[in-house]
């Protein structure tokens, strides 16, 4: 069974960092490209992140780069979100997600975390 | 940035009905085109990818339609457990966009 299991969220101040953890298992980690999305409370979705199988390629919303940084361990199974100089909007629940297509394809999010809750406020 | 533009925004409906929903895309996509459900407190689950694969599992009453700039979700017929905010996204550049989400309430 797939499994994504987020952590390291919780009440930060503004301008300090953050890191999420996604821990990955039931399936082959290191065939998937990863991604975080994100939701602002009662918002819609918003992709922050994506990096690929072997961590050759990163990509960022607009909003989010510079500030942050998608990283993965493929030994460990584990998906990461370095985020820095936190602002009040970052406020969101925070996805990681696995990509349906295997290593070379491009695919939608077939499977989803629960969620790790940010909130960004002094 | 690819835009995606959903409509209604909102939808109320009864069980049994034919619900569509559309996406736009500001430029082509092609078919980089995906469908989620979300029911409130829970994660996203992916209904449809490559704008008409039925994700396994997935009823059948769900499907999916378009390419290019166009696409169409459409529920045949709508059972209680459909009732949710319905997203489009599209992954066929970067930044991964979604469409702002169509609730899907009870009349």
């Known amino acids: 069974e797939v499994q994504l299991v987020e952590s390291g969220g919780g009440l930060v101040q503004p301008g300090r960092s953050l890191r999420l953890s996604c821990a990955a298992s039931?399936?082959?980690?290191?065939?998937?490209?990863m991604h975080w999305v994100r939701q602002a409370p009662g918002k819609g979705l918003e992709w922050v992140s994506g990096?690929?199988?072997?961590?050759?390629?990163?990509d960022y919303a607009d909003s989010v780069k510079g500030r942050f940084t998608i990283s993965r361990d493929n030994a460990k199974n584990s998906l990461y979100l370095q985020m820095n100089s936190l602002r009040a909007e970052d406020t969101a629940l925070y996805y990681c997600?696995?990509?349906?297509?295997?290593?070379?394809?491009?695919?939608?999010?077939?499977?989803w975390g629960q969620g790790t809750l940010v909130t960004v406020s002094s | 940035a690819i835009r995606m533009t959903q409509s209604p925004s909102s939808l109320s409906a009864s069980t049994g009905d034919r619900v569509t929903i559309t996406c736009r895309a500001s430029?082509?996509?092609?078919?980089?085109l995906a469908w989620y459900q979300q029911k409130p407190g829970k994660a996203p689950k992916l209904l449809i990818y490559?704008?008409?694969t039925l994700q396994s599992g997935v009823p059948s009453r769900f499907s999916g339609s378009g390419s290019g700039t166009d696409f169409t979700l459409t529920i045949s017929c709508l059972q209680s457990e459909d009732f949710a905010t319905y997203y489009c996204?599209?992954?066929?550049?970067?930044?991964?966009?979604f469409g702002q989400g169509t609730k899907v309430e009870i009349k």
């Open positions: 996204q599209q992954y066929y550049s970067y930044p991964w966009t």
């Open positions: 997600a696995k990509e349906n297509a295997i290593v070379g394809a491009t695919g939608a999010f077939d499977y």
């Open positions: 990096i690929s199988w072997n961590s050759g390629s990163t």
């Open positions: 490559a704008a008409s």
């Open positions: 430029q082509g996509i092609t078919s980089y």
């Open positions: 039931g399936f082959t980690f290191d065939d998937y490209d």
